[in-house]
């Protein structure tokens, strides 16, 4: 199995030592990016990636490797400490440059594990935000473990290694879980948002050249029969809505 592993601390102490004992769990290959160290310039809000397409943004050289390693990978883990009870501005500086995914999602099949350390506040929102964020990459299934490290000893090593287990035999069982229907409901915004007649290009291009507009979701997640008249249902609505 590959993991990518999207390091948003800026320093190797508490959230890193979470990911040094989740490792222990997990089989394969890491690929380790740490964003302090790619030097992504701050978004600059041209919109180029949503409106034109993801080649058209000023940092297109910064982030289009990193974004390429995330494809390659089986599963993602992304981490932050929590600053200002939110994430990093490095995660969140790499979120923004993403955001076209949430318009043109491509990870469909993988799992992603969300590591979260804080002093005390904020960690149960700010894996949350992240959470939300990689299902709207269409990630299939996130794993969380968030932590506040306070003075005591928070490398609780028993609790990193259950959910490190669960996330490891996940990944590599390659099931698709079902999505949850939110997920579905923003699969039929996106897919219908192509139908508009007067589309974002770069996003209609991606939806019909990749085939999806011709699924209830993924082709590569099985729906049950509800999700799939949900789906259906949302669909038109959507289209008429948007
Ligand atoms: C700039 C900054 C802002 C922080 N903001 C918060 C915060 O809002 N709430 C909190 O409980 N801890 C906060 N912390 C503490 C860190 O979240 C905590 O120490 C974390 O475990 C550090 O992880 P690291 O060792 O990977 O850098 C902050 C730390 C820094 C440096």
New binding site residues.
């Given amino acids: 199995m590959r993991y990518v592993i999207i390091n948003g ?9 979470v990911v040094e004992q989740v490792k222990t769990n997990l089989n394969g290959e890491f690929d380790e990016i740490h964003l302090a160290k790619e030097n992504i310039p701050m978004c600059v809000g041209c919109y180029n990636c949503i409106l034109k397409g993801e080649k058209y943004c000023p940092h297109f050289d910064k982030v289009s490797p990193i974004v390429e390693r995330i494809k390659k990978a089986d599963a993602i883990i992304m ?8 994430v ?1 501005a490095l995660l969140k500086n790499f979120l923004d440059h993403t955001a076209y995914l949430f318009h043109r999602p491509v990870c469909f099949t993988k799992k992603a594990m969300v590591i979260v ?7 149960k929102k700010c894996a949350k935000y992240i959470d939300e964020t990689l299902r709207h990459w269409g990630v299939n299934k996130v794993y969380k473990y968030a932590v ?2 306070g003075g005591k000893d ?1 490398l609780d090593k028993k609790a990193i290694d259950k959910i490190a287990v669960k996330f490891s035999k996940d990944v590599e069982s390659k099931k698709m879980h079902s999505p949850k229907l939110n997920d579905v409901i923003f699969f039929d915004v996106w897919k219908a948002m192509a139908f508009k007649d007067n589309p974002i290009e770069a996003d209609k291009e991606f939806w019909f050249e990749t085939g999806l507009v011709n699924y209830d979701f993924s082709p590569d997640v099985k729906l049950g029969i509800f999700k799939v008249l949900f789906s259906k249902i949302m669909f038109r609505i959507m289209k008429k809505v948007l």
């Avoid at 601390?9 to 030592?17: D, F, G, I, L, V």
């Avoid at 350390?117 to 960690?123: L, P, Q």
């Fill in positions: 601390s800026p320093r190797k102490k508490n959230t890193w030592a981490t932050s400490p929590v600053y200002a009870m939110n990093t350390t804080t002093a005390g506040a904020g960690h506040a490290c928070f």
